[in-house]
């Protein structure tokens, strides 16, 4: 009865390997394949045959002539392979400190302006591609000013690339940050 009961087991572990294992990621891969493909392969932003990036994934601009992500704790900042957060709680003099001084250097060329939460917090994933109206609003002079174009026309772009809440109601408005940088490439200087 026992070596019965124990072969059972040993085929329904195997057969549930196989189907869950091998075939159900299959299906699964296939199916996102022909009906999302875009989606499937990450959504990547290709221009004269080079991918530049993915809309997903967000990436380190540094240099005062693009807008900033948010900051990110993902392996050394914006690494797909280690996602997440610090850990750091919110008392944690490290991470005190780093916000301090991103928060001084947004300052610093926003006339003392305070700055949006999300130009100095990481999110969970370290990955946010996204940033709010209201911080790429925030980087509008600076960008206008190293790039020598009108603040208006970089505010009007900003504006032009604000994707709304998911079916109306699921989430928060949101500027994806490299296609604003690409976009911004566009307008020239």
Known sequence: M???ELKVSIRFTII????LGIF????????GQLALRRQADGQLIV???????SRLIGQNFTSDRYFHGRPSAAGNGYDATSSGGSNLGPTNQKLLTRIA????????TNNGQPVPIDLVTASGSGLDSDISPAAALYQVA???QVRHLSQDSVRALVMALVQGRQFGVLGDPRVNVLELNLALDQLGH
């Open 101 to 108: 001084g991103d928060v001084s250097q947004y300052q610093a």
């Open 16 to 19: 549930t390997a196989i189907a």
């Open 142 to 144: 600076r960008v206008a």
């Open 24 to 31: 159900y990621p299959l299906l699964v891969t296939a199916i």
């Open 2 to 4: 026992l070596r019965n």
């Open 47 to 53: 221009k004269d045959g080079q991918v530049l990036g």
